[in-house]
């Protein structure tokens, strides 16, 4: 589990360093204050072996994936589209062990001189002769314990060809964005559950939702495989005519279930779910992410889903709840952090906490 996390020269960070980090991570903050773009560069930092990665992260905002490989889209990961300086990301874990993820974006010369180590890399490989043209060019660089280790990709008129890197960080990571998902997610997601038996561990919190739901089934209708729910009907009835809440809640848990010791980045939490079972779930969201070793990280700007939280975790065994407020002060964006303590004292004295 990671215990802070530093992000420089991304998005709208200069430089933002999160810490303490602890099981549940709380972000808030005011429109634009950079609540999504942490969440992009935790899940960017995850998997340094993937190229493409780092263009179709947009589609997490809302882009097309036609423009998954749009040059502009890339360099507004930079800080004020500064490509001339690396993008960093850091995690230290329990051990205080650093993993770094460097990345650079632009062409051959500019490339070159961030990192002049890649053109050894990539010698030998298929990439080697289209490697010295001037196409642009993606180099993202690992270091863990003096191991340092490459991937890049070129952009080819007809795509992208990349080589990846060997490095892999521990545990996946599941990037839930606040748009609403495809049919198929929920597909995806629940036809996991249901090999691993394990329908009956999120049904209780999917009830509080919809108290009458008694289980659920993949049916198949207009020739696609769609999750069906019994709620005493005469007929099972798909889940997508339910409400936007039922199928966000079995996509968090879903995602907690199956991503072990790793990391769950959660959009605007609250989207889709009433206030009034928030507590619940909250509790619901801490014992399964307990359970499977997982961290997760949400967004939020709804101070009733932060009072749910700090109420939930505080009748729980284990405050593992951290509350982080990003603020843009001047040019920069600062986060502070409150722990049981402060953030119930900050609630009760009616300060702003989201």
């Known amino acids: 589990m990671w215990k802070t996390f530093l992000a420089v020269n991304f998005r709208c960070f200069g430089g933002l360093l999160v810490q303490p980090l602890d099981r549940i991570n709380l972000i808030s903050g005011k429109n634009n204050s950079g609540k999504t773009s942490l969440l992009e560069a935790i899940h960017l930092h995850r998997y340094p072996q993937d190229c493409q990665l780092a263009f179709s992260i947009s589609e997490l905002r809302g882009f097309d994936n036609q423009a998954r490989l749009s040059e502009s889209l890339m360099s507004w990961l930079f800080y004020d589209r500064k490509t001339n300086t690396r993008i960093r990301f850091v995690c230290d874990d329990e051990k205080s062990i650093p993993r770094e993820l460097q990345i650079a974006f632009g062409d051959s010369a500019e490339a070159r001189a961030q990192f002049p180590e890649a053109d050894k890399f990539v010698e030998g490989t298929f990439l080697e002769n289209d490697w010295k043209t001037d196409r642009k060019r993606i180099i993202m660089k690992t270091e863990r314990q003096g191991k340092q280790h490459f991937a890049v990709g070129l952009l080819m008129p007809s795509g992208m ?32 559950l249901e090999i691993a038996k394990r329908q009956e561990e999120i049904l209780p919190t999917l009830q509080l939702l919809e108290p009458r739901l008694k289980r659920l089934a993949l049916i198949m209708l207009d020739d696609k495989p769609v999750i069906h729910a019994d709620i005493g009907l005469s007929r099972l009835i798909p889940i997508t005519i339910m409400g936007e809440g039922i199928r966000r809640l079995l996509m968090i848990l879903g995602s907690i279930a199956h991503a072990p010791k790793g990391r769950v980045l959660i959009d605007e939490i609250e989207n889709g779910l009433h206030h009034s079972v928030m507590p619940a779930i909250w509790m619901a969201i801490a014992h399964l992410a307990r359970k499977e070793d997982v961290q997760v990280f949400a967004t939020t700007h709804n101070y009733q889903c932060i009072q749910a939280a700090h109420e939930a975790f505080k009748a729980s065994d284990v405050y593992d709840l951290r509350l982080h407020r990003l603020a843009q002060v001047k040019e920069e964006i600062k986060v502070g952090t409150y722990d049981q303590e402060t953030l119930g004292t900050a609630m009760e004295h009616f300060m702003q906490v989201r």
């Open 161 to 192: 060809a990349s080589l990846g890197s060997k490095e892999s960080w521990d545990g996946p990571s599941v990037f839930l964005s606040s748009w609403k998902h495809a049919p198929d997610e929920d597909v995806q997601v629940f036809s996991r």
